[in-house]
């Protein structure tokens, strides 16, 4: 499997070359049916994994781990609660279902407890009125989670790279300097795969993150610790990144709410991989992924980086006056999604027509059908000189990279497989003449005038976060092609919020995506506080009266 992994992008690429729309159509045929090849020739083992026992999560041992965090803040400002108690309160559950999870890569709770300390007293002292400290510390004296990527001062920094020295941060990250600004309180940093390489959280390091509703499924990734602390009542609020879908994947598979903001909204700096490319700030974004839908608002304004943008979110919106649009499908190479997301798309759209009276129209995007080679030829394009200075094999030509796959499938290279698929395939898309190149950046620049025109200021598309549920782990390389209905947003530099549609029958989350024009996050993220407030939101994954090991 894993030398048809990496053989396939070179076929692909090789047979793109040059070619008319109506030839790469075909080709995505025949690339489509390879994969589904594939999928039936290693599904049926990685299906072994349903044997596996099932561990349940310890139960929620504090009410106020279901509260959110705009109420928390509130209740501390008033001195109904402590920042204390409400830190030992996470640290406790963190430390009950990270033995299941395996999510967190290093913590600070002694630190965080001083630090939560500080702030009781400061309360016991201060002249500052509660609206005063609203304003000046939205989010003082609460706990917070943040995904390894993101620097976090004298914390892990590694990524997952498997090194004899591990990287610790010597600064943190302009986001996490805002949140802290903010009154907010890190508790720890949270697992990636390998350089966030992989939709799958999991390295040589730390090992795989699972997910809270059934521990034989995967979180997803790369801000899969996140997402499973999160779902797990184990966080709060998160600071998490997205490239390919890296914040909304884990949110959908873990029942909570993900937002990529629209391009530039959010300062990078800090981010570990990080890259000088034109394009990076355009494609790559640190968002926040919530348990509840109101704390977006709260987040939003604290990450964002000019007041213009801040002030958006406290901007009014009526259901009434949005236009809904949907569509079921990616097109081209990605498979169609399963019976589960369906019905949550005909939900939503029978929702807003039954309470708002609206219409709710199917949308015609004529460039979707080439979201694979628009996403991954303009995502792979890019210098990502995090990953380079990283893997140096990855700029050292084809010999290298090809010896670093036979080490790996004789089980001695340091690194993941996800991890030297990238250096391949960037290696392979890189041979494409300069024609193809252009060609891909016209089909962008099309697709996205055909978003503009179709939403305007006041449209939102209901879109698929996924095929299917959570799957088992390493399913997703059969599956790679579906994460297009995440990755082609990065790409067009546009807003997307992953929103929870509940849980299908096998007791795993469903969820879809609401996508907008850019600079309209606050219309995306009104329709996920719509969403929670007509579904419910996120549910508790299911538990057991003892920890199970």
């Given amino acids: 499997m894993e030398l048809l992994v990496c053989v396939l992008p070179l076929v692909y690429a090789k047979l793109l070359a040059n070619r008319s729309d109506t030839m790469v159509l075909i080709i995505q045929k025949i690339l489509k049916f390879i994969l589904f090849l594939l999928s039936c020739l290693v599904t049926p083992f990685l299906m072994l994994q349903f044997f596996k026992k099932r561990k349940r999560l310890p139960p929620i041992k504090s009410r106020l781990l279901l509260l959110s965090a705009t109420e928390i803040a509130r209740r501390i400002r008033r001195k109904e609660i402590s920042s204390e108690e409400v830190v030992r309160a996470y640290i406790e559950r963190c430390e009950d279902v990270n033995p299941i ?67 610790k941060a010597t600064e943190d990250a302009t986001v996490v300097k805002f949140v802290r600004k903010a009154g907010a309180i890190v508790l720890l940093v949270s697992n990636t795969p390998e350089l966030c390489l992989f939709w799958e959280s999991n390295n040589k390091v730390t090992g795989p993150t699972w997910n809270p509703y059934n521990s034989t499924r995967v979180a997803g990734g790369s801000s899969g610790g996140e997402a499973a602390l999160l779902s797990s009542a184990a966080s709060i609020v998160s600071l998490a990144s997205d490239i390919a879908g890296s914040a909304r994947l884990p949110a959908m598979f873990c029942g909570i ?155 001695v290279s340091s690194h993941t497989l996800p991890a030297i698929s990238y250096s391949f395939m960037k290696w392979v898309f890189n041979k494409l003449p300069e024609s193809h190149r252009r060609k891909m950046a016209e089909k962008k620049t099309s697709l996205k005038k055909q978003f503009e025109d179709l939403l305007g200021d006041n449209g939102v598309l209901i879109f698929p976060t996924f095929i299917s549920a959570s799957h088992y782990q390493y399913q997703s390389y059969p599956r790679v092609a579906n994460f297009t209905y995440m990755m082609i947003y990065n790409v067009l530099g546009i807003p997307v919020t992953q929103c929870p549609m509940g849980l299908n029958k096998k007791g795993l989350p469903v969820g879809l995506q609401i996508v907008a024009n850019a600079g309209n996050d606050h219309l995306t993220i009104a329709v996920a506080r719509e969403i929670e407030k007509a579904f419910g939101g996120w549910q508790q994954p299911p538990e057991t009266t003892e920890i199970e090991v």
């Avoid at 034109?278 to 964002?304: C, E, Q």
């Fill in 101 to 167: 999870l395996n999510a967190i890569v290093e913590s600070r709770f002694d630190a965080a407890i001083q630090e939560a300390r500080k702030v009781d007293e400061f309360l016991g002292w201060t002249g500052k009125t509660e609206e005063e400290l609203a304003h000046e510390m939205p989010l003082l004296g609460i706990p917070i989670t943040v995904k390894e990527s993101i620097a976090v001062q004298g914390m892990s920094h590694s990524v997952g790279v498997k090194k004899k020295n591990p990287q």
């Fill in 257 to 411: 709410f993900g937002h990529k903001p629209s391009a530039c909204m959010v300062p990078c700096k800090g981010h570990k991989p990080d890259s000088t490319d034109k394009n990076w700030p355009h494609y790559f974004t640190i968002g926040t992924m919530v348990r509840y839908a109101d704390d977006f608002t709260l987040m939003m304004k604290i990450i964002s980086q000019t007041e213009e943008s801040q002030r958006q979110f406290d901007q009014e919106v009526s259901m009434r006056n949005i236009k809904f649009f949907y569509m079921e499908n990616c097109c081209g190479i990605t498979n169609s999604i399963n019976k589960d997301m369906r019905q949550a798309i005909q939900k939503l759209k029978a929702y807003i027509e039954t309470t708002y009276g609206l219409k709710v129209q199917k949308a015609q995007l004529n460039d979707m059908k080439f979201a694979f080679d628009i996403s991954s030829h303009l995502l792979l394009e890019m210098d990502v000189e995090g990953v380079t200075e990283e893997m140096k094999f990855a700029v050292s030509g084809s010999s290298r990279i090809l010896l670093e796959i036979l080490k790996y499938i004789f089980l």
